[in-house]
């Protein structure tokens, strides 16, 4: 560090170097967080998480039950700290949704507004100050995801994968959905709109596809991601280029937009080039995927080897998404992980599961020392230095 | 993934010298007899040595540690226990153990408290349970003291507490999934019940109309045979006056039931003059049966059998009038015995016709002699002011008497009962539980307890009724028992009723003398014999003949024996003397081929065999000699005997003892192929007597001897180096062997053996009828069975000769 520091006096790296570097170190060096928690709220499983992209500040999340909780993440320099939460759209409330809530979603712009879909078939866009849906939009069918662009300047267009093979696309400026993009033959389960190019949808959905859509030309998709890269291979004798020897339930985009990370029931993570629209062929070996819906799988943000963090069964796999390699997992959750986010100011990693935990995973870097010396000054009162303390009795 | 790391780390750590070899050792022993012990607490003193190793250094923390998850890992619930509790010891004192613990939390959970429900506790469940039990405690416990240092303890208890909602209060920590699962078969039990409840209601509403027919059919029998006493009252103030003390004399004619009523009556009017005279005596006997629920059938039917009127004040002739009646009443008891009021009043309305003119004449008779005995009569129902009417009524003497006039309705009252005893009656207790265990439709259960009771009702009344059913079928048992024999061989018994009423002999077409058929049918025989034309008469001829003939014989029989052989003892010369004893001796067996060239061996020819000459054209067999069978000559001199002697089965066992701790239950006659010649031997196995002790003792040495110098080590050395049998293996090997598997088995003897607990009387059928020899044998016997019945079908048909 203190080499980067140096070289970035001398204006041999480049200022982002030093951040890269530091960011990069934080990232593989999650975890669990000792001194913090997020309130606990939700009764049952966690299934969506999402952090305002604005202050960082707000974590909003859906449970199995319906409600929505909006914690504050604000960070006190305290021991145990728990995040309160700021407001919670309860069972008690008039709007709640029916069911499970799927996907939440922060607008990108502000915190005044987010979005939520449910299985009781709607898109609620809520007014955050007023905790009231300032429009509601109802499907047919059960609504898998939704995702709104971060980057997006000329269009205000939420896409929506439903259990219906379209792709559906709401803009919030009329109220109503503009569009209908079809091409899939069976239920879409992950949306993502590209961070780098406003007008690019990628969808993944049950028939093992990934489509790739120009929202402007509403006819037919930019492209169909094949595993193979066009080559035939032995199992590849069917026309349709597939994704995924199984449904495809988990779409990211990198950070700057140039790969898609996708993961699939057939227990694999694959990486594609959003340019080229090929399979870059990474090895990530084999990841369970015990999540038969959506997989909300997160890529981390400004690190020089950027990792993805994958939900695999009651843990959570993290993977160098270039190369493959399998950095560490992460342990805590009691029983299957539903989905992480990844906080990209802090570097950190936020995960929620069927346990009904939020949990915070922070870098874990020398602040033990830090511990330890406050420790050593409060080395009679502090109970936690009394638990952490060896007790061996001398009667043995 | 993160545990083999960490058995590399902690082999890393003891390879650089923090860890000694020999203490490793100690602590796997140390762990794994704790944890095999089987014992629900820990050994104290090794727990101890455990922990003074591991407060030494962590490094041993960290192989306590591995080697204690290994044991949690085991499929046996004992040994989980005391692994936990191990764990539970060293978590309280250590914090690297706390450390190692928690990282591996969730695996800790999974392995303890089943909260992965696809792995549920390995099997005995006493432990199991307990397990459970002991670790909530304990994860309690930690979070308290630990919680707020170890963060994933705290989640994990939150864990428990939320997720898998275990109350910790509750010292029996159900589970949600144990108490859905309870509920679950709470509710199944609910709905089978119910259905079965709403099964039974369709049947009830099914069978409900027989049921009641039933009801109503032996009801209305009941009627018939006896009618209700508010139907039956027939008599007025009006002809009860008219008719007077005629009533008392023929109150046999008008039955039981009118006699009872008229003696109420007659009460009534004693009572009455009693107030006006106070000068009369009046005492009525009347035993009343006591009857349930006002069913007066009773007081009727136990009608007044023997009735005896007694003056003690009044003319001479109406003393003699009464004892004319009285009289007359026994002749009618006599005659019937009972006296029922319908078959009674209708049969003997005819029969005594005579008796009515008699009475008649008496009444006039006594209007004559007593006119002032008459107007009392006519006044007040009575002869005269001045005597005692004592009435006797005999219930036990009272039967309903069956006869062609009601066998119809008794037979249909005996099949109502029956139906409602053997069938609805525990149809409709069936149901009633059913009902009542569901608990619904409780009228239709109170309307069940109705009809229970009234078919109850129908049995206690066809008892009261004291029914006397025609003789053959008291003959046949109680008639009252609801056993088939009642019903079903009625018709069948109509022959050989033995004694049939004379007034029915006509209509049997029967004489009315005595004699039965039999007695004619000999009659006739005899007839018979005396006609000297007839067959039988030849017949009985000859058979004398013959038996004459035969006495002759007999006695020359045994006039030539004792000519011939005379008393031996006294007269005869000794080689007659002995050939007589040769000859009583002699055997005396079957004749047999033996026999008939026994006296001539030279004659013995042979068997052959003929071959038929081949009836071919052309195509001639080489020999068409005849084969001669030498070795079959044998044969013919030969004789096959039987075992004549009577076979004894042994009684006694060899008893020797065994090795198991047995006795050697081998019942051989004379020796044990094991242990040598059988002698007594006491409860324990040991020889009763002396010489058989030391014996035993002398083999015993020998053994012992010859296998001390066979060194089976030794043995087994020259063995391998040379490769031949030395016979190590049959012997002690053998022995060894089976101390192997012994020692297998005995690894841990303290631990319940969860395979024995499978042992049940299914699997060892199982383990007799699945077993492969029994099913291959099975099978070929069928194939075999198969295959012949194909052969017997198909064999001569030319198409499938070739097939098989």
């Known amino acids: ?396 | 993934m993160t545990r083999r790391k960490r058995v590399i780390c902690v082999w890393f750590i003891s390879m650089s010298s923090t860890l000694d070899h020999t203490v490793c050792v100690t602590l796997a022993g140390l762990v794994e007899e704790l944890t095999t012990s089987g014992s629900q607490t820990l050994d104290k003193e090794k727990i101890k040595k455990i922990k003074n190793i591991c407060r030494t250094s962590d490094a041993y923390v960290e192989h306590v540690f591995d080697l204690v998850m290994k044991q949690l890992d085991k499929e046996h619930s004992e040994v989980r226990l005391s692994a936990f509790q191990i764990t539970n010891e060293l978590f309280m004192r250590s914090h690297k153990f706390r450390e190692l613990l928690v990282d591996d939390f969730q695996t800790f959970l999974e392995l303890t408290v089943e909260t992965d429900h696809e792995q549920p506790l390995p099997p005995p469940k006493i432990s199991a349970k307990m397990l459970r039990e002991k670790t909530l405690e304990a994860v309690q416990i930690w979070n308290e003291k630990y919680g707020k240092a170890y963060k994933k303890l705290a989640l994990g208890y939150n864990f428990l507490k939320h997720c898998k909602k275990i109350d910790f209060n509750d010292i029996h920590a159900r589970t949600v999934v144990e108490r859905q699962r309870e509920e679950e078969r709470q509710t199944k039990q609910r709905t089978i019940l119910l259905e079965k409840a709403n099964a039974a209601i369709k049947e009830i509403e099914e069978t409900m109309p027989d049921i009641e027919q039933c009801l109503t059919q032996s009801d209305n029998c009941f009627q018939l045979l006896l009618p209700h006493p508010d139907e039956y009252d027939i008599l007025t103030p009006d002809t009860e006056n008219t008719q007077g003390i005629n009533t008392a004399s023929s109150s046999q004619q008008t039955g039981s039931n009118l006699m009872v009523e008229k003696c109420q009556n007659d009460n009534t009017d004693i009572a009455h003059q009693k107030k006006e005279t106070s000068n009369v005596n009046c005492e009525v006997v009347k035993p009343c049966n006591k009857d349930d629920d006002g069913n007066d059938i009773q007081n009727l039917e136990k009608g007044i059998v023997e009735y005896s009127g007694k003056l003690t004040n009044g003319t001479a002739q109406i003393e003699q009038k009464n004892k004319f009646n009285t009289s007359h009443a026994k002749g009618g008891n006599n005659d019937d015995e009972a006296e029922d009021k319908e078959e009674q009043e209708e049969k003997e309305e005819e029969d005594e016709d005579g008796d009515d003119d008699d009475d008649e004449e008496e009444e006039d008779f006594e209007d004559v002699s007593n006119t002032e005995a008459t107007s009392m009569l006519q006044d007040h129902g009575m002869v005269a002011w001045n005597y005692n009417l004592s009435i006797e009524v005999n219930p036990d003497a009272i039967h309903i008497k069956e006869d062609e006039d009601n066998t119809d309705i008794l037979q249909t009252l005996y099949d109502m009962q029956r139906l409602a005893m053997t069938k609805y009656h525990p149809q409709i207790q069936k149901w009633l539980e059913i009902l009542s265990k569901a608990g619904v439709a409780i009228d239709m259960v109170k309307k069940l307890i109705d009809i229970k009771q009234a078919l109850e009702s129908i049995k206690e009344k066809t008892n009261d009724l004291r029914i006397q059913r025609k003789p053959r079928e008291i003959i046949r048992g109680d008639s009252d028992s609801d056993s088939d024999e009642d019903f079903e061989d009625v018709p069948e018994k109509e022959g050989y009723e033995p004694r049939i009423p004379d007034h029915l002999r006509k209509e049997y077409g029967l004489d009315c003398d005595d004699s039965n058929s039999l007695s004619q049918k000999t009659k006739s025989q005899d007839d018979e014999l005396q006609d000297p034309t007839s067959r039988a008469a030849s017949v009985a001829h000859f058979k004398e003949k013959l038996s004459e003939l035969q006495d002759k014989l007999k006695n020359k029989e045994i006039d030539s024996f004792h000519e011939r052989d005379p008393e031996p003892s006294t007269s005869q010369s000794p080689s007659k003397k002995r050939k007589a004893e040769l000859l009583s001796r002699a055997p005396k067996v079957p004749y047999g081929l033996d026999l008939y060239y026994w006296d001539r061996p030279e004659d013995i020819v042979a068997p052959k065999i003929v071959r038929p000459e081949s009836q071919h054209r052309f195509w001639v067999p080489v020999e068409n000699d005849e084969i001669v069978l030498e070795g079959m000559k044998d044969m013919v001199t030969e004789r096959a005997i039987q075992f004549s002697g009577k076979f004894e089965p042994v009684k006694w066992k060899c008893r020797a003892p065994l090795m198991n701790g047995k006795l050697c239950e081998r019942q051989d006659r004379y020796k044990c192929p094991f242990h040598g010649s059988i002698i007594p031997r006491d409860t324990e196995g040991t020889p009763a007597k002396q010489e058989d002790i030391e014996k035993e003792e002398r083999r015993k040495a020998q053994v012992a001897s010859t296998s001390e110098w066979r060194d089976t080590e030794l043995m087994k050395d020259i063995e391998t180096a040379t490769g031949i049998d030395l016979g190590s293996a049959s012997t002690r090997g053998k022995g060894k062997g089976k101390g192997k598997g012994k020692g297998k088995k005995k690894k841990y003897p303290n631990l319940t053996d969860i395979k024995k607990q499978s042992n049940t009387s299914r699997r060892r059928l199982e383990k007799k009828v699945m077993n492969k020899n029994a099913l291959s044998r099975v099978a070929g016997s069928l194939d075999a069975f198969d295959s012949k019945r194909y052969k017997e079908k198909f064999g001569n048909n030319f198409n499938y000769a070739y097939t098989s």
């Open chain 1, 1 to 396: 560090m203190l080499s980067f520091l140096s070289a970035r006096e001398n204006g041999t790296h480049r200022p982002s170097a030093l951040s890269r570097a530091e960011a990069t170190r934080r990232i593989f060096s999650l975890e669990l967080s000792k001194d913090r928690d997020v309130q606990r709220i939700h009764d049952s499983g966690v299934n969506t998480l999402d952090i305002d992209p604005v202050e960082g500040r707000y974590l909003l999340s859906g449970g199995t039950e319906g409600v929505i909780v909006i914690c504050d993440l604000e960070c006190r320099p305290q021991e145990n700290y728990t995040c309160p939460s700021v407001c919670t759209i309860g069972r008690s409330s008039r709007h709640v949704h029916k069911y499970s809530v799927d996907t939440v979603q922060w607008y990108s712009h502000d915190t005044g507004l987010f979005t939520s879909s449910s299985m009781d078939k709607t898109l609620k866009v809520w007014d955050t100050n007023a905790l009231k849906p300032a429009d509601v939009f109802r499907f047919e069918t059960i609504v898998y995801d939704h995702n709104m662009s971060s980057v997006a300047t000329k269009h205000c267009l939420i896409a929506v994968g439903t259990i219906h093979s379209q792709v559906v696309l709401c803009d919030l400026k009329s109220g109503s959905s503009t569009h209908v993009l079809r091409g899939h033959k069976a239920s879409v389960l992950s949306v993502k709109w590209s961070p780098r190019d406003e007008f690019l949808l990628a969808s993944g959905s049950r028939d093992s596809k990934i489509m790739l859509w120009d929202v402007r030309r509403a006819k037919s998709c930019l492209s169909i991601l094949d595993q193979h890269n066009g080559e035939k291979g032995k199992g590849s004798t069917e026309a349709v280029n597939t994704a995924h020897n199984g449904h495809v339930n988990g779409l990211s985009f990198t950070s700057d937009g140039l790969y898609l990370v996708s993961f699939g029931t057939d227990d694999r993570l694959r990486l594609w080039d959003t340019m080229s629209g090929k399979n870059t062929l990474v090895n990530y070996g084999k990841v369970d995927n015990v999540s038969r819906k959506g997989s909300k799988f997160t890529v981390s943000y400004g690190g020089s080897p950027d990792v993805a963090f994958v939900p695999m069964g009651s843990n959570i796999a993290v993977f160098d998404i270039y190369t493959g390699e399998y950095v560490a997992t992460l342990i805590g959750h009691y029983n299957n992980v539903n989905c992480c986010t990844f906080h990209p100011l802090y570097q950190e990693l936020y995960s929620a599961g069927n346990d009904s935990n939020i949990l915070i995973w922070e870098p874990e870097l020398g602040q033990k020392t830090d511990v330890a010396e406050k420790k050593d000054n409060k080395q009679s009162s502090s109970t936690v230095g009394n638990a952490v303390q060896d007790t061996w009795s001398d009667e043995d």
